[in-house]
């Protein structure tokens, strides 16, 4: 069946670091692909995704581009603030089927 | 994208009992569900709510333990019922928009079972 991979957590970094959180999937076709944060206390907030290869998914300065020949979706972000501090999960959905979520990453950034 | 209102926020309640949580979205959707979020886990699915019928069960969770209703388009609870410490985690109603295939969620609601 389908599977979301993610880094290990937790992730700490100091404040303007680079971030990268590894995720890889397994699903037969063509799945599209999310990065969902949870921040403390809220329920998620989708934050980008992407629906077919090659695709980048942006927002709020973060990125990630659906990799079919690696079945991958690293989260990047170029310098990160206090504010990012939460757990970040990836997800895979496939056509009608369920949503199936990675194991989450939490975040800290230390200012 | 869609509004979901969801409560209790947050409940502290003693094993044996039962609590209901209410979900409410301000438009129709076609597919709700429900998750659970034990303590530093990822979302585990329950359910997918069906309006007018019967809820669809994954795995490991039964209608007796998790009665679900979804009386209309836009609302639904889950009930968790005869409730023992395992049951503390964060339950979460999500909708997914058809055209788009995004999933939202209410902001959870936070069950401490003592």
């Known amino acids: 069946g389908n599977s979301v991979t993610q880094m290990e957590g937790p992730v700490t970094l100091s404040e303007e670091a680079f971030l990268t959180i590894n995720c890889t999937y397994t699903?037969?076709?063509?799945?599209?692909l999310f990065w969902y944060v949870q921040y403390p206390g809220e329920g998620l907030q989708l934050l980008l995704k992407?629906?077919?290869?090659?695709d980048k998914g942006s927002n709020k300065g973060f990125e990630a581009t659906y990799r079919k020949e690696t079945t991958s979706f690293h989260l990047e972000k170029g310098s990160v603030q206090v504010s990012d501090s939460a757990v970040y999960f990836c997800?895979?959905?496939?056509?009608?089927?369920?949503?199936?979520f990675g194991q989450g990453t939490r975040l800290t950034i230390n200012p | 994208s869609a509004v979901i209102s969801q409560k209790p926020s947050r409940d502290i309640c003693q094993r044996g009992t039962s609590l209901t949580i209410q979900c409410q979205v301000d438009s129709q959707v076609t597919m709700m569900f429900w998750y659970r979020q034990q303590p530093g886990q990822s979302l585990t699915l329950i359910a997918t709510?069906?309006?007018?019928?019967?809820?669809?069960?994954e795995s490991g969770f039964v209608i007796d333990k998790f009665p679900i209703s979804r009386p209309n388009l836009t609302f639904s609870t889950l009930t968790v019922s005869n409730m023992s410490p395992e049951d503390s985690s964060i339950y979460l109603c999500?909708?997914?928009?058809?055209?788009?295939?995004?999933?939202?969620f209410g902001q959870g609601t936070r069950l401490t079972v003592v």
């Open positions: 709510a069906n309006q007018g019928s019967e809820a669809t069960y």
């Open positions: 699903a037969t076709g063509y799945p599209s």
């Open positions: 997800a895979l959905l496939q056509g009608a089927q369920k949503l199936v």
């Open positions: 999500s909708l997914r928009a058809q055209a788009t295939n995004e999933a939202f």
């Open positions: 992407a629906t077919k290869a090659d």
